[in-house]
């Protein structure tokens, strides 16, 4: 068996292209998952009874339906309701609602460990209940579990492979593309692994120096 490596390598064009998209849906996907993920840590330690019961229905639910599954739906079983998705509106915002469940716990865990004291001494300062919320609970809450969080937007990103299920010209479909094309599977996919690896490596570190920087300082 001859291995043609180059042949695949031939249609880089078609990975550039699904490198790029895998890369779209994780922006926004994590920045809008992550986004929504705090909201939801909030409104189950702060809400109203009602608004805890509503995130907790929708943590509990994706937290205990597979992936693929929330997005087929979106996909396939909105149409029924008279709704209909583009591919890539459906992945994204399968991405954003799957991130956002596990991030709203992941925030929870953070935001519980906060010492009292610190926020008696905030609020001591007259500052309001979402002053304190956003400039002494929720910067080192970050912090604490931003290694956690870092691995839930790389996990989503990998899941970003399902979204060629629906034909989003993601990295995954077009390693099928071209096998399709070639019928080079096995150099496809170790190629596309390969891809997939060294983006998560990449993005673990972006995330890590771009945290303290950033998103909740030093």
């Given amino acids: ?39 939801c840590a909030w409104a189950r330690l702060h809400g109203p009874g009602w608004l805890k019961a509503v995130v907790g229905a929708y943590v509990e639910l994706i937290r205990n339906t597979p992936f693929i599954v929330q997005l087929f739906f979106l996909f396939f079983g909105l149409p029924g309701a008279g709704i209909k998705l583009s591919p890539e509106l459906a992945s994204v915002l399968a991405m954003v609602v799957n991130l956002g469940a596990y991030a709203a716990e992941i925030v929870r865990a953070g935001i519980a460990t906060t010492p009292k004291g610190q926020i008696e001494a905030a609020q001591s300062l007259a ?37 060629g299920q629906i034909s989003t010209p993601e990295l995954s479909y077009a390693a099928n593309l071209i096998q399709s094309n070639n019928f080079r599977a096995f150099e496809a996919f170790i190629i596309a692994t390969l891809v997939y690896l060294a983006l998560s490596m990449a993005l673990r570190r972006l995330l890590n120096w771009a945290g303290p920087r950033f998103i909740f300082g030093k």
């Fill in 127 to 163: 500052l309001s209940e979402m002053q304190v919320f956003t400039r002494v609970v929720l910067p080192p809450s970050l912090k604490r579990v931003w290694p956690a969080l870092v691995s839930q937007i790389i996990i989503v990103m990998l899941g970003s492979a399902v979204c």
């Fill in 1 to 39: 068996m001859t291995f043609d490596f180059l042949a695949v390598l031939a249609e880089w064009r078609l990975l550039a292209r699904g490198v790029l998209w895998t890369l779209g849906l994780t922006a926004v996907s994590a920045t809008i998952g992550v986004a929504l993920g705090v909201a």
